[in-house]
């Protein structure tokens, strides 16, 4: 072991610190090229869910899922069919938006020694009929899910932790309304018991709540951002363009 490798291994010791992994660098919406390295378009499972908004988006067509200058941009417009589609997931919502959606590469699992740090810094529409979203779903089943960021149409940000489809913990903070960017981060720690994982959840900087998920300890989870639109933030939504925008996003691991 090189002298200087000795100290640092002595130090971290002592410390009881263990090294961080970078998952997705804060550079990871700097161009299309380093987005496309750390995420995908669209949900996992395609371009629809539980909303009225079908996502659109590809590496040739960046009308609703942007990267630049280390942001990402969302953009929902309206759609204008006489006779609206409806999304091919539960509950089968009319499709009244094209929006956009973007799913982290790396899957996330969290266990006894790898603790997550999330943080990014979000200009999150609140308007009724906008349904931004920051969040960990279960790649097997459903639950585990965490959210970090979810904007319901009012002025208020929900950090939720689901256990089973009816055991959920909300916690609300605040949101102010004027599109200003405010930073979340979310901490995800594998509890001495091997099963249950800890999330304390911050914005900017200051610690507004913990949750406990129920065996999330070794479960897979994606990471997705998405601007959903109307379901449970209320309807009609905008008659205009709808713009969701995160910043400086990073993701570690210990
Ligand atoms: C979910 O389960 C964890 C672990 O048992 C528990 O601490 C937490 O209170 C549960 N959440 C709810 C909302 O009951």
Request: proline share 6%; hydrophobic share 35%; charged share 10%.
């Amino acid at each position: 072991m090189h002298p200087s490798t000795f100290t640092l291994a002595v130090f971290l010791g002592v410390c009881g610190v263990r090294a961080q992994t970078t998952v997705i660098p804060s550079n990871s919406f700097s161009s299309i090229a380093t987005f496309e390295q750390y995420w995908n378009y669209l949900y996992p499972w395609g371009s629809d869910h539980n909303g009225a908004a079908r996502m659109v988006g590809s590496s040739s067509d960046h009308s609703h899922i942007n990267a630049a200058s280390n942001t990402l941009t969302l953009i929902a417009t309206p759609t204008s069919n006489a006779v609206p589609p409806t999304s091919t997931a539960n509950p089968h919502p009319a499709i009244h938006y094209a929006s956009g959606t973007v799913y982290a590469k790396s899957q996330i699992t969290v266990t006894a020694s790898a603790s997550y740090t999330l943080y990014g810094e979000f200009s999150s529409p609140t308007a009724v009929g906008t349904w931004p979203a920051f969040w960990l779903t279960a790649v097997a089943g459903w639950p585990p899910e965490t959210d970090i960021g979810e904007w319901k149409g009012t002025a208020n940000n929900w950090f939720n932790t689901f256990n089973t489809s009816s055991i959920v913990r909300s916690d609300l903070v605040a949101w102010p309304t004027d599109l200003s960017f405010h930073s979340l981060q979310a901490v995800l720690t594998a509890e001495s018991n091997g099963a249950d994982v800890r999330i304390d959840f911050s914005m900017d900087g200051v610690h507004k709540a913990t949750q406990y998920g129920a065996g999330f300890v070794g479960k897979a989870l994606w990471l997705i951002i998405d601007l959903q639109m109307e379901g449970s933030s209320g309807s009609p939504g905008p008659g205009g363009t709808t713009t969701y925008k995160v910043r400086n996003l990073k993701v570690t691991h210990t």
